[in-house]
RNA sequence: GCCGAAGUGGCGGAACAGGCAGACGCGCGCGACUCAAAAUCGCGUGAGGGUGACCUCAUGUGGGUUCGAUUCCCACCUUCGGCACCA
């Protein structure tokens, strides 16, 4: 029984190590040329007041991981901060009476206690927070510098809004298929504000280049499909009334069917082309369309709505007259917010066209080749089915109808038996790879708009059934057989396209939009989803937007040399949530710094994400040149630091930020880098996502649900280091999972076995460790050695603890044996608590230095594996029978092909399945297996 | 609807340039210690069959490639993310 002053307490020894660290300033980052850098980010926390396990299941592993290059050589930077404009501090200023400064600033205070107890590598002489003004000064700053450079712009804008929260919210702010606010889940109305906006747009084509980062490939893809690139043409049309349409579309090769035009119905020209007959039709839709966003998009909205504004285009490919309409599936905030209409190769416009009775005419031939016919009973002479089977064209009987499907191959066959066949009064038709209507007296191509006019016609006369019908395309959709082949979205072969039939689908969109260049009708284009950053807040709680408007100079921005400006301390924040800058005089009144005349300053202040855009440079050397006078060519940061650290080597957090942080933070380092501050073209070079963890019951963890568990309490409980283990050890840490209270317990077991493996008294008898003993512990070490390694470089942070474990289990059997005070047994206790070292920072330290070694067990090098000690002797030969094992060997780990075969077939395993059976062939696997093939 | 990721014991998870499935841990069972319990330590633990050595089955389901597939290919099912009239 070890005394009690040997027992591992770590409530003791953690805030011991702690303490003696920070006052050692063990953890503070300087440049030192003669080492190669590390700076290795964990993404910073919104100070709200309280730190939950998901800031450790982020921080601990890289924290971890940091340490773990700082003993492989590097110097590393491993540096917090807080992200602390933002909402939640107003709302607590209007809950709780308390000034968003203040709550701010004692939540910070109380998160750097919890974040110390951590035993984490912080530097807290760089922490940076962003809410203090010598932060946001130079977030004000780069604020100048983006619209001095043309990149920040105002404009009015239809923009969501918060009637709750009284502010307007960025795109990604607004959640769920109600759209609701993101922070209140108050559903989202529209609202028409001058908003900034940064440019982000013209940097779309270089964020869709990913080669000079390791990023994970879901990331990568969300962002891409973010930014949403498509290569196209922009097209004109040119209205009746000589108005220019232009059109984007994807589907150049698609023009020769396009039949209509629908205009978002905020489009100018709708206002202009309605004709007064339609004009209240049309106003009454966009007064619907305009409300319809104002009230939640309710769910099953899938219906396609429109009218008819009266007016007509032409299509320039072509010349036929096209009705023009206005619906609400056109956006104006996409490409030109106007659509040609090709229902017969787009889904939307299909469905649109069919409930509105416009023509549907197919231009492209089916990739596919299936082509259809639906024979009614009666409608063809004796003998039509057997003539069909002799032509070996494939169809089906029910009820005395033939359905037919054929090969695009056998239409024409088909078509000449079904015109020797059809009886007087009715009418076949081909659908699909051919259109193609028989009658009794010729055969109709369904080819053009004309075409679609005549044959409904004739059809008409046939048959009364299909009176009511407007198009073909219409009295086709009833024959559910048909549906199938009605329409599709494929490249394929133009057809009715004028001289452009017949042109292969690999290349029809190339000639068509070098054509249309050649024309002067069209051009090639490119659109993008990603919109300009919507910068602005009607918010007190922000950096205030550096803008001041006069009425003799209009927009001025402020001198470099007055920023920051300042938010007001006095402000009170109305209880209505509105921006309490609006109703402050002192902040509102200033003169022109352009012509000295009165002045109102811009109270809209910046969305958050401009503030952690660029933190992680402010963290080299915070709140740079506090106090003096910025200017245009003012460094936010230290340069010297700067040209040593840069740019963030690892990144780590949460796959939460995949398309806006970190789309904003690498448009930031673009403009940064052509502004000349930077020398690179992206902001983190190694980005890796940790997953969440969940209650105990599977849940995300709430307050209301009462399944959070609290870093504060485990830590009192096991420790800091065994919370940091288990958060290791538990799962995939890029998957994240389930707390499970069960399973911390079995780290802090493990903990308790490194303390005693380490200082409780071993093996006490006499002797030697033999050779082999010796041998097989070194091997063990030096393995341990190189899988920890290995785990490390690549995030695997579980099956690191897991190794750990493995090594502490051998170590425990060898304790008990002569090696026990070995040199082989004090390499093992070294390398033991050097591995542990990045993982369980405290427990390292304090028996590193109860075994005598020199303090810092941090300071220390990361142990170096011999290949040849971790190498084995022996090694497990499994001999397989035609694939199933059926024996295992022991034997020298250098034995020859040969002698492995000889053995494996020679074994008792083998023997017993290979009796009676020839064997054909057998497979050796170096140091693996041996596979004797037996028939 | 489209795009992406993941399905392995009772549980978290190992092992995938194709080669012993289940490392490590939780839980569970048995044993030691104890008057007893907890803690600790030892042994066992995918399912089924056989007294036994052994045998059969098993990595979401169904196919395929291969001497050999958790790993590669095809189809499907389930779960979780992202986008969602993007022309």
Same mark, same amino acid.
């Given at each position: 029984?070890?005394?009690?002053?040997?027992?591992?307490?770590?409530?003791?020894?953690?805030?011991?190590?702690?303490?003696?660290?920070?006052?050692?300033?063990?953890?503070?980052?300087?440049?030192?040329?003669?080492?190669?850098?590390?700076?290795?980010?964990?993404?910073?926390?919104?100070?709200?007041?309280?730190?939950?396990?998901?800031?450790?299941?982020?921080?601990?592993?890289?924290?971890?991981?940091?340490?773990?290059?700082?003993?492989?050589?590097?110097?590393?930077?491993?540096?917090?901060?807080?992200?602390?404009?933002?909402?939640?501090?107003?709302?607590?200023?209007?809950?709780?009476?308390?000034?968003?400064?203040?709550?701010?600033?004692?939540? *910070?205070?109380?998160?750097?206690?919890?974040?110390?107890?951590?035993?984490?590598?912080?530097?807290?002489?760089?922490?940076?927070?962003?809410? #203090?003004?010598?932060?946001?000064?130079?977030?004000?700053?780069?604020?100048?510098?983006?619209?001095?450079?043309?990149?920040?712009?105002?404009?009015?804008?239809?923009?969501? !809004?918060?009637?709750?929260?009284?502010?307007?919210?960025?795109?990604?702010?607004?959640?769920?298929?109600?759209?609701?606010?993101?922070?209140?889940?108050?559903?989202?109305?529209?609202?028409?504000?001058?908003?900034?906006?940064?440019?982000?747009?013209?940097?779309?084509?270089?964020?869709?280049?990913?080669?000079?980062?390791?990023?994970?490939?879901?990331?990568?893809?969300?962002?891409?499909?973010?930014?949403?690139?498509?290569?196209?043409?922009?097209?004109?049309?040119?209205?009746?009334?000589?108005?220019?349409?232009?059109?984007?579309?994807?589907?150049?090769?698609?023009?020769?069917?396009?039949?209509?035009?629908?205009?978002?119905?905020?489009?100018?020209?709708?206002?202009?082309?309605?004709?007064?007959?339609?004009?209240?039709?049309?106003?009454?839709?966009?007064?619907?369309?305009?409300?319809?966003?104002?009230?939640?998009?309710?769910?099953?909205?899938?219906?396609?709505?429109?009218?008819?504004?009266?007016?007509?285009?032409?299509?320039?490919?072509?010349?036929?007259?096209?009705?023009?309409?206005?619906?609400?599936?056109?956006?104006?905030?996409?490409?030109?917010?106007?659509?040609?209409?090709?229902?017969?190769?787009?889904?939307?416009?299909?469905?649109?066209?069919?409930?509105?009775?416009?023509?549907?005419?197919?231009?492209?031939?089916?990739?596919?080749?299936?082509?259809?016919?639906?024979?009614?009973?009666?409608?063809?002479?004796?003998?039509?089915?057997?003539?069909?089977?002799?032509?070996?064209?494939?169809? @089906?009987?029910?009820?005395?109808?033939?359905?037919?499907?054929?090969?695009?191959?056998?239409?024409?066959?088909?078509?000449?038996?079904?015109?020797?066949?059809?009886?007087?009064?009715?009418?076949?038709?081909?659908?699909?790879?051919?259109?193609?209507?028989?009658?009794?007296?010729?055969?109709?191509?369904?080819?053009?708009?004309?075409?679609?006019?005549?044959?409904?016609?004739?059809?008409?006369?046939?048959?009364?059934?299909?009176?009511?019908?407007?198009?073909?395309?219409?009295?086709?959709?009833?024959?559910? !057989?048909?549906?199938?082949?009605?329409?599709?979205?494929?490249?394929?072969?133009?057809?009715?396209?004028?001289?452009?039939?017949?042109?292969?689908?690999?290349?029809?969109?190339?000639?068509?939009?070098?054509?249309?260049?050649?024309?002067?009708?069209?051009?090639?284009? %490119?659109?993008?989803?990603?919109?300009?950053?919507?910068?602005?807040?009607?918010?007190?709680?922000?950096?205030?937007?550096?803008?001041?408007?006069?009425?003799?100079?209009?927009?001025?921005?402020?001198?470099?040399?007055?920023?920051?400006?300042?938010?007001?301390?006095?402000?009170?924040?109305?209880?209505?949530?509105?921006?309490? #800058?609006?109703?402050?005089?002192?902040?509102?009144?200033?003169?022109?710094?352009?012509?000295?005349?009165?002045?109102?300053?811009?109270?809209?202040?910046?969305?958050?994400?401009?503030?952690?855009?660029?933190?992680?440079?402010?963290?080299?050397?915070?709140?740079?040149?506090?106090?003096?006078?910025?200017?245009?060519?003012?460094?936010?940061?230290?340069?010297?630091?700067?040209?040593?650290?840069?740019?963030?080597?690892?990144?780590?957090?949460?796959?939460?930020?995949?398309?806006?942080?970190?789309?904003?933070?690498?448009?930031?380092?673009?403009?940064?880098?052509?502004?000349?501050?930077?020398?690179?073209?992206?902001?983190?070079?190694?980005?890796?996502?940790?997953?969440?963890?969940?209650?105990?019951?599977?849940?995300?963890?709430?307050?209301?649900?009462?399944?959070?568990?609290?870093?504060?309490?485990?830590?009192?409980?096991?420790?800091?280091?065994?919370?940091?283990?288990?958060?290791?050890?538990?799962?995939?840490?890029? #998957?994240?999972?389930?707390?499970?209270?069960?399973? *911390?317990?079995?780290?802090?077991?493990?903990?308790?076995?490194?303390?005693?493996?380490?200082?409780?008294?071993?093996?006490?008898?006499?002797?030697?460790?033999?050779?082999?003993?010796?041998?097989?512990?070194?091997?063990? %070490?030096?393995?341990?050695?190189?899988?920890?390694?290995?785990?490390?470089?690549?995030?695997?942070?579980?099956?690191?603890?897991?190794?750990?474990?493995?090594?502490?289990?051998?170590?425990?059997?060898?304790?008990?044996?002569?090696?026990?005070?070995?040199?082989?047994?004090?390499?093992?206790?070294?390398?033991?608590?050097?591995?542990?070292?990045?993982?369980?920072?405290?427990?390292?330290?304090? #028996?590193?230095?109860?075994?005598?070694?020199?303090?810092?067990?941090?300071?220390?090098?990361?142990?170096?594996?011999?290949?040849?000690?971790?190498? @084995?002797?022996?090694?497990?030969?499994?001999?397989?029978?035609?694939?199933?094992?059926?024996?295992?060997?022991?034997?020298?780990?250098?034995?020859?092909?040969?002698?492995?075969?000889?053995?494996? %077939?020679?074994?008792?395993?083998?023997?017993?399945?290979?009796?009676?059976?020839?064997?054909?062939?057998?497979?050796?696997?170096?140091?693996?297996?041996?596979?004797?093939?037996?028939?």
């Amino acid at each position: 029984m070890a005394s009690p002053i040997d027992r591992y307490i770590p409530q003791e020894i953690e805030p011991k190590w702690q303490k003696k660290w920070e006052e050692d300033q063990l953890y503070r980052s300087r440049i030192d040329e003669s080492k190669p850098k590390h700076y290795a980010l964990t993404m910073l926390p919104y100070p709200s007041g309280d730190l939950h396990i998901g800031h450790w299941y982020a921080m601990a592993p890289s924290d971890a991981r940091a340490r773990y290059m700082r003993m492989r050589g590097y110097n590393v930077l491993f540096p917090m901060g807080f992200d602390a404009f933002g909402l939640p501090a107003e709302n607590a200023a209007i809950q709780h009476g308390i000034h968003p400064f203040q709550w701010t600033m004692s939540n *910070i205070e109380k998160m750097r206690r919890q974040l110390r107890s951590m035993g984490a590598m912080f530097d807290w002489e760089r922490e940076a927070i962003s809410c #203090l003004p010598g932060y946001y000064k130079w977030t004000e700053w780069f604020f100048l510098k983006f619209y001095e450079a043309g990149l920040a712009y105002r404009k009015k804008a239809a923009v969501d !809004f918060c009637p709750k929260c009284n502010t307007t919210l960025a795109r990604e702010q607004v959640w769920g298929e109600d759209r609701h606010c993101e922070r209140c889940g108050t559903p989202v109305i529209k609202k028409e504000l001058e908003q900034w906006f940064f440019k982000i747009t013209a940097y779309a084509d270089e964020l869709l280049d990913f080669s000079q980062i390791d990023w994970p490939e879901r990331v990568v893809t969300m962002q891409t499909n973010w930014i949403g690139r498509s290569e196209g043409a922009e097209v004109t049309f040119v209205s009746e009334q000589e108005d220019p349409i232009v059109v984007f579309t994807t589907r150049p090769d698609t023009l020769w069917g396009a039949t209509f035009m629908v205009l978002a119905p905020e489009h100018p020209l709708v206002e202009k082309l309605t004709t007064p007959e339609c004009r209240q039709a049309v106003e009454d839709y966009q007064y619907q369309a305009a409300r319809q966003s104002e009230i939640e998009r309710l769910s099953t909205e899938k219906e396609k709505t429109g009218v008819f504004i009266g007016a007509y285009a032409v299509n320039p490919v072509n010349g036929q007259r096209i009705p023009i309409w206005t619906a609400d599936y056109v956006m104006m905030t996409y490409g030109t917010g106007a659509i040609m209409g090709v229902p017969s190769h787009d889904e939307r416009d299909f469905e649109f066209a069919l409930k509105f009775g416009l023509p549907i005419i197919p231009v492209i031939d089916r990739p596919d080749g299936v082509a259809k016919s639906f024979v009614i009973r009666g409608s063809m002479k004796e003998g039509f089915a057997q003539a069909l089977a002799e032509a070996q064209i494939p169809f @089906e009987e029910r009820d005395g109808n033939l359905y037919v499907t054929m090969a695009q191959e056998q239409t024409d066959r088909y078509i000449e038996l079904a015109q020797a066949h059809i009886q007087a009064g009715y009418w076949n038709e081909v659908v699909g790879a051919r259109w193609v209507f028989i009658f009794a007296d010729g055969v109709h191509e369904f080819d053009s708009v004309e075409a679609d006019r005549e044959i409904l016609a004739r059809c008409k006369q046939l048959e009364p059934a299909v009176q009511d019908k407007r198009t073909v395309m219409e009295m086709l959709w009833d024959v559910e !057989f048909y549906r199938d082949v009605l329409f599709h979205t494929e490249y394929g072969t133009m057809i009715n396209s004028g001289p452009f039939s017949g042109t292969p689908g690999d290349v029809a969109v190339k000639k068509v939009t070098e054509w249309l260049e050649q024309q002067g009708i069209g051009k090639f284009a %490119v659109n993008y989803r990603l919109r300009d950053w919507l910068i602005s807040r009607q918010r007190y709680w922000g950096a205030p937007i550096p803008i001041v408007y006069c009425d003799q100079c209009g927009t001025v921005p402020v001198p470099y040399e007055d920023l920051p400006v300042l938010l007001p301390e006095d402000a009170e924040i109305p209880p209505s949530g509105e921006n309490a #800058l609006k109703y402050h005089e002192g902040f509102l009144h200033t003169t022109c710094p352009q012509c000295g005349g009165p002045a109102q300053r811009e109270t809209d202040t910046m969305d958050t994400f401009l503030c952690s855009s660029w933190y992680h440079y402010a963290y080299l050397s915070p709140y740079y040149q506090e106090g003096e006078p910025a200017h245009a060519d003012s460094m936010p940061f230290d340069p010297k630091e700067g040209a040593y650290w840069l740019p963030v080597d690892v990144y780590t957090g949460g796959i939460e930020h995949a398309t806006m942080h970190l789309i904003y933070t690498r448009f930031f380092t673009k403009v940064m880098r052509d502004l000349g501050l930077v020398d690179f073209d992206e902001p983190m070079l190694v980005l890796r996502n940790q997953g969440i963890i969940l209650g105990e019951d599977g849940e995300k963890m709430s307050k209301s649900r009462g399944n959070v568990i609290a870093p504060d309490d485990l830590v009192e409980r096991y420790g800091a280091d065994t919370v940091r283990a288990y958060l290791m050890f538990g799962w995939r840490w890029e #998957l994240g999972g389930p707390w499970d209270s069960q399973g *911390i317990e079995g780290v802090a077991r493990f903990l308790e076995r490194v303390w005693n493996c380490v200082l409780a008294p071993g093996y006490e008898g006499d002797g030697q460790p033999s050779e082999d003993e010796v041998r097989a512990l070194r091997r063990k %070490v030096h393995q341990s050695i190189r899988k920890a390694t290995e785990d490390m470089e690549s995030f695997s942070f579980n099956t690191y603890i897991a190794n750990l474990m493995e090594l502490n289990n051998a170590m425990l059997k060898a304790k008990e044996t002569p090696l026990y005070g070995s040199e082989a047994w004090e390499e093992a206790v070294e390398t033991l608590l050097l591995l542990l070292a990045p993982a369980c920072p405290h427990i390292a330290e304090e #028996l590193w230095t109860r075994t005598g070694r020199p303090y810092s067990v941090h300071l220390q090098a990361w142990p170096a594996w011999d290949p040849e000690v971790a190498a @084995e002797e022996v090694i497990t030969l499994v001999v397989q029978v035609n694939g199933k094992v059926r024996d295992r060997l022991e034997v020298p780990a250098d034995i020859t092909e040969e002698q492995a075969k000889e053995l494996a %077939v020679n074994s008792a395993g083998a023997r017993r399945h290979t009796a009676g059976k020839t064997i054909r062939q057998v497979i050796y696997v170096p140091g693996r297996l041996v596979n004797i093939v037996a028939r």
